[in-house]
Every structure is written in structure tokens, then in C-alpha cells.
């Protein structure tokens, strides 16, 4: 299945590029389990521009599942609208900190 996505839309897949190499993004320790099972797709034109991959070992996620981030470097001087802003501040969604109403933005 994720080879066929790979090639048909052009998608990659970003498990490799885990700079903190924990592989895995599911964990039951009670049951010892842990897999891969949480994926991050990005097209094959914006791997150049991923600057970090990682999945977060944080201890104050309460689920099962391992948050996983991606951060990614675009030049401004690259848009090809005129909207670009050159704003420096970026803002971080954390699933224990979302409302019902930010869910529905998603």
C-alpha cells in the first residue's frame, strides 16, 4: 500500500529521517509492544526542504502514541504569491492543549 501511494502521487515517506532514531511511534509498555505506525508523507519535491524529523519522546504526552515532528525551511524570495510574510514567530499545536473548536479547523 505506501509503495503504491510513493509512486503514484509522488509521496515520500519520512520514517528514516527520524534524527532521534527511536523507531517507533506506538508503545504499550505493560504489553511490551512498539511500532512504526504513525507515518509522515511529504511530496518528493519538499524532502530537500525538511530540516528536521524526529519523534518526540516527551514525557508529558499521556497517549500511547508518540508525537512526531517535521519542521521545513522555505525561502520567502521562493513564494510564487504575492502574500508572503516574513514573520519570525511560529505557533505550536499540542493535542492536550486543543479545543473542539481547533479540531474542526484541522
Avoid at 500500500?1 to 509498555?29: A, F, K, P, Q, R
Wanted: hydrophobic share 35%.
Amino acid at each position: 500500500m505506501i509503495v503504491s501511494i510513493e509512486v503514484n502521487v509522488h509521496l515520500t515517506v519520512c520514517d528514516s529521517m527520524d534524527s532521534n532514531c527511536v523507531g517507533c511511534t506506538y508503545s504499550h509498555n505493560t504489553l511490551d509492544h512498539k511500532r512504526l505506525i504513525d507515518h509522515v508523507f511529504v511530496h518528493k519535491d519538499l524532502v530537500p526542504l525538511i530540516t528536521e524529523y524526529k519523534v518526540l519522546l516527551d514525557a508529558t504526552n499521556c497517549s500511547d502514541h508518540l508525537p512526531v515532528q517535521i519542521c521545513l525551511s522555505f525561502n520567502c524570495n521562493d513564494c510564487h504569491t504575492s502574500g508572503c510574510s516574513t514573520r519570525k514567530s511560529a505557533y505550536v499545536y499540542r493535542w492536550d492543549k486543543g479545543t473542539e473548536l481547533l479540531c474542526q479547523l484541522w
